[in-house]
């Protein structure tokens, strides 16, 4: 029995749905843990006590196995793609949930430790040997409870609301990030939270370090034990979900956008274009693997408006300008998933079609900026005008989003690299290289001018929406290659 469950994780562990081809880990989130908790915890060694150190320690895998297991890791607690061949084999259906569960375990186990090892051998002095170990054994259950609880979130809701997963990892994502900005300047009062124990019933951190507080046999530590109970119980059941469901295209921001989308193929998009614009414009939110890494990065900018300046000084109002050009800077990251489908054999529809690939480009590009790109901008601004700078969001945000168009039609080939819906989220990772970070980071200066120039010389609000529609209508008008298209042949060589 033993065997067949090892042989069957071992074919789990080297199968391509993890990610990479061939690997047993998954060595690229686990090096990123590594690395950025070494640097953290280099950061705060000297500023924080052994418990409150520890509690931000175990802050990182919280946060960031999360996001692994709802975004790049998430088949790990979906239902298996393979399971109809699987369970044709001489396999008890016992063997088969024990094989997914110790595959869960190990990787989860991988990503714990590639952040918990870092912490150990970096933490304060006066951390002593088995303080540091626990460090490591509250860390690993930690992430084991964590699995444990997205995994019953999975089942309950049995593929039927994606939906809500997608929010929770992009509430993390932005977390994580803000988070971190924020907290690196707050030690002392995350020191103060951490000795007061006003937290201990609702942070997960400080259940599984209880042991390094001054009374142990705080309510922390019997958290710790529920919470190791849980994780114990659901890996016996392996309360896995059932096979997902054909998702619909109908969604509450489609719905938004629909006059959008009417204007835009009616005046925006041209005839040729049209048949691809629809098609990524419905398909593309329909992909999960697109979606879950997509819309993390899209609330970025969107969580650092809603926690940063108010625009009362010039100050603020240049974070603002800056934020409102932030989305350029990783609009290559979000061209980079476009090929991203869970069905890439269905490709064929497509590419049997009577369709020019530069149409095809046209109309996917304009489809993400009328479905991803344009919200955003949208809500930037509102958040802007919000914060209590409406002249401001008037006169930057249609410069912003002008920005945003003319980088994706002049980058949209060369981040994109392969055709929208084309590509399994395994073969992503090979696409990105050397070439495209250092033209990612020239970007990014580009726009950070940009977003100096704007603030500073574009006063008018009029000159703001005149430019963004000569970029519209511009982008409009017949090119040279369609053009040449309609030209009529010439007579043939040496014809009279």
Not at 5 to 23: D, K, N, P, Q, V
Not at 59 to 64: D, H, I, N, R, V
Not at 89 to 98: D, I, N, Q, Y
Not at 279 to 306: C, G, I, N
Request: proline content about 8%.
């Amino acid at each position: 029995m033993w065997n067949r469950i090892l042989l069957i994780a071992r074919t789990h562990l080297s199968g391509e749905w993890l990610g990479e081809r061939g690997a047993r880990l998954p060595i690229a989130p686990i090096l990123f843990q590594a690395s950025l908790s070494a640097v953290l915890c280099l950061l705060v060694r000297d500023h924080l006590e052994p418990r409150a150190f520890a509690v931000f320690a175990l802050s990182l895998p919280l946060g960031l196995t999360a996001i692994a297991l709802l975004g790049e890791l998430g088949p790990l607690l979906r239902a298996d793609p393979a399971a109809e061949w699987v369970a044709a084999l001489p396999v008890k259906p016992g063997e088969l949930r024990a094989a997914r569960i110790l595959v869960l375990a190990v990787l989860l186990g991988g990503l714990a430790l590639g952040s918990l090892i870092p912490a150990a051998l970096l933490a304060p002095e006066q951390m002593v040997w088995w303080a540091r170990f626990a460090l490591v054994v509250g860390g690993l259950l930690q992430t084991l409870f964590v699995g444990a609880l997205l995994l019953w979130v999975q089942a309950g809701l049995a593929g039927r609301a994606e939906g809500v997963l997608t929010a929770i990892q992009t509430i993390l994502f932005c977390g994580v990030i803000v988070g971190l900005t924020a907290g690196l300047g707050n030690l002392p009062d995350l020191q103060e939270a951490v000795g007061k124990g006003t937290l201990d019933a609702y942070y997960p951190p400080l259940w599984f370090t209880a042991p390094l507080a001054p009374d142990p046999t705080s309510s922390g530590l019997w958290l710790a034990l529920a919470a190791t109970l849980l994780t114990l119980a659901t890996f016996a059941l392996a309360p896995f979900p059932p096979a997902p469901r054909a998702r619909p295209t109908r969604s509450p921001l489609g719905i938004l956008l629909w006059p959008l989308r009417v204007l835009a193929a009616r005046y925006w998009v041209r005839p040729r274009e049209r048949a691809s614009f629809e098609f990524v414009y419905h398909a593309l939110p329909s992909e999960q693997d697109f979606v879950t890494r997509a819309y993390p990065l899209l609330a970025v900018p969107l969580a650092f408006l809603l926690l940063g300046a108010d625009g009362s000084s010039a100050r603020d109002e240049g974070l603002l300008a800056l934020l409102l050009f932030a989305p350029a800077v990783y609009l290559p990251l979000l061209l980079l998933y476009v090929p991203a489908t869970a069905t890439p054999e269905a490709r064929w529809i497509v590419d049997t079609c009577p369709l020019d690939t530069r149409d095809e480009a046209a109309g996917s590009r304009k489809a993400v900026v009328i479905r991803m790109v344009l919200p955003l901008y949208l809500a930037l601004g509102a958040l802007v005008a919000w914060r209590g700078n409406v002249d401001l969001a008037m006169r930057l945000t249609p410069v912003a989003l002008t920005a945003g168009l003319l980088l994706l039609r002049t980058s949209w080939d060369f981040f994109a690299g392969a055709p929208p819906l084309s590509m399994a989220p395994s073969e992503l990772g090979t696409a990105w290289d050397d070439t495209r970070s250092g033209r990612m980071f020239m970007i990014a200066i580009l726009m950070t001018f940009a977003a100096i120039g704007a603030w500073q010389f574009m006063h008018s609000v009029a000159m703001a929406f005149s430019i963004l529609a000569v970029v519209l209508v511009a982008d409009r008008l017949p090119t040279r290659h369609d053009a040449q298209r309609e030209m009529p042949p010439g007579p043939a060589p040496g014809g009279s």
